[in-house]
Each structure stands twice: as C-alpha cells, then as structure tokens.
C-alpha cells in the first residue's frame, strides 16, 4: 500500500469512530428510588354546625318532637367513663354534672360518682341499666323533668342503697315511687301530681328527717294512722298546696316543722298537738280556718316558736303559749284585740316579775294587716308582751 492510501485508510477510520460516537446516546445516571407510601392518617371529624344536632350520641329521636335537640356531646374528659353529653370536673371526681342538656335518658353512670345532676332536662325515666354500676351515689338531683311512676323501674332504687338525698321536683308523678331505699334522709317530690301514697312508703325511713309533698294533690283519703308511720326521725313535713280538708290523722312525733299552707282545712281537732314534744314551727296559711274550728287551748305548746294563720277566717285571736315568738294572722275578719283576753298573765304578775325571763311573754313579732282594726294598738298589749319588737296593722 502505498503512503497515500495509508494515510486515507486512516482518515476513513476516525470519522467512522466518531460519527458512532455523535448517535450513540449518553448514560443517564440512575434515578434514586421512591421510598414506599405511608397510609394516610385518618382526617379527625368536623366539629357540629351550630344549630345541628351530633350524628354521635346523643341522637336525636326518630321519632316527631317539638323538642329542643340534645346539646353536643363536650371536650374530652380526663375520666375515661365520663359521659361525653355530661360534665366531669377534675377537681371533683365523684361528681357527674348532666344537667340542662336538653337529655332524653340517663346516660350510663360511672361507679365513682357520689353526686349526680340531671335537672331540667327531658328524661322520661329511671331504667335500671343506667345505675347498675353506680351503687356510690348518695345525691341525686333529677328536679324539673317529665318522670312518671309507669317508666321508673322496680328494681333502680334497689341498687341506689346509700342514697341520702333525692330530688324529683316538677316531674309527672303520680305517686310516691316504690321501693325507697332506707338510707334516705331527704325525699323531694313536690310539683308533681301525686294522688297517693301506697301502704308502707316510708314504713322502713327511719333516717328520713325531711318529707316535702307540697303542690300536688293529695286528699283526706290519702291518710290514715300509719301512712307516715316509720317515720322516727322525721323534723319537716310539707303538705302544703293540696287538697285537704282535715288534719292527717298522725304526724310523727319528732316533727320540727309542719306546713299546711293553701288547703281546705276547716278545723283542727282537740289535743291534736299534744303529743307533738319537738313542733316550733305550724303554717296553715290559706286554709278555711274559723273560730269555731279551733278548740280553746290548741295551740298553747310550750314548744311552739313561730305560728301562721294568715288569710283564714278568724273573727279573733286565738290563744298560744309564753314562748311563741312570732305570730302571723293578716288577712283575718277580726276586727278588735282585747289584750287582757290573749295576755297569759295578768298584768299585775308581769310586772311584779318584770325580772323574771320565763314569766315575760316572748312574742316579738306580731301581724295583723288586712283585717277589720282600726289604730291605735291598745295599750295592755304592749303592758303585756314587753319583747314585741313590731306590730304590722
């Protein structure tokens, strides 16, 4: 070969080599790999609208109503078992507060709790499953709500055997519940419709020292000489603002104070606060009360301290014991006073004993406004009771 050729040869070679190396396309450098997916947490719900009610207890009943929906159910709290439509304070953990949350049932009730609040809610009844595990409690408040003896279990005040203190006020009731625990020392339940009360209520109350029924309607027949027997330590009894038109046949013994306000009553027989060693306070306000419907007597109790007669129809003013303190009869048909008549004493021992504390008439407070009198006082019933700090005419 000669040189030229040679030298072509060459030539022909290279420019090969680098139109190979024009197409040849350039390595790319390994893309690093994907780490793998996560799950995506779950999005936590969207707090209620205000105005709608929760799709989470409490629901709203399927059923129509015309009543408010339940509140939503709260912030979470610190006690696992708290009711989420109920209020569980930190710094009272035996307290369950569930009241004015619109609330159709009891929720299920802790073991904890002590005290329990359901007021002024829309709860219809007292089933059994919800206290099952509440056998602590010794306060409940259920006050202002829709309860009726018909949707109060047999067996829930069976359980509930350390309660002290019960609050049905303003409920549907149209009788003492049944099956009252023994343990009570407050039984609340008036503004209901109570019509009777079934032998043996309180016959096992012995630590009851508080009984009101007033605002329902209660009647003469309802009473006999052992519906309140039991009742040992009993020291306030309310029936005011019944329908009675006698006296119950027996009140406990150990009574402290007795209403009887806005009845029908009539007359009071002979003796009949004889045996009543502990009574300091009687209200019978708003009754149909006469002269002749109060025997002479009746109401000289050495125990007697505050006394109310008021809008009855009294031509005078009855006898009562030295120690009577306060004494109400506005709103009478009396028309004169005659202190020699009411004084217990005759002026003359007052004064001679003027030193003597248990000879001087204790009344200090005397009310007479809307009746017949016309003023001045006279002057012996100011001779007589010498405490009497104000007379209201």
Known sequence: MTHFGYILSICLILSTVVHCQRRQPKPKAPKPSKPPKLPKPPKPPKPPKPGKAMVSDPTEPSHVTTLPPPLPPGPMSVFPDCPRECKCPPDYPNALYCDSRNLRIVPIIPPRIHYLYLQNNFIEGLPERAFRNATEIKWINLDNNRISNQKVDKEVFTILNKLLFLYMDRNKLNGVPPNLPSSLEQLRLSRNQ?????????SKMENLTLLDLHHNKLSDSVFNKNTFKGLKSLMQLNLAHNSLKKMP????????????????????????FKGLHHLAFLRLNFNQLTDQGIPNGLFNVSTLLDLHLSNNKLNSIPMFNTKLEHLYLSHNHIEKINGTEICPWTLDNIALHAHDFEMIPRLRYLRLDGNALAPPIPMDIRMCFRLLQAIVV
Do not use: R, T
Request: hydrophobic share 35%; no cysteine.
């Open 194 to 202: 109570i019509s009777k009360i079934p032998s043996g209520s309180f």
């Open 249 to 272: 046949p027996i009140v406990p013994q150990h009574i402290f104070q007795l209403f009887l306000d806005k009845n029908q009553i009539k007359e009071i027989p002979n003796n009949y």
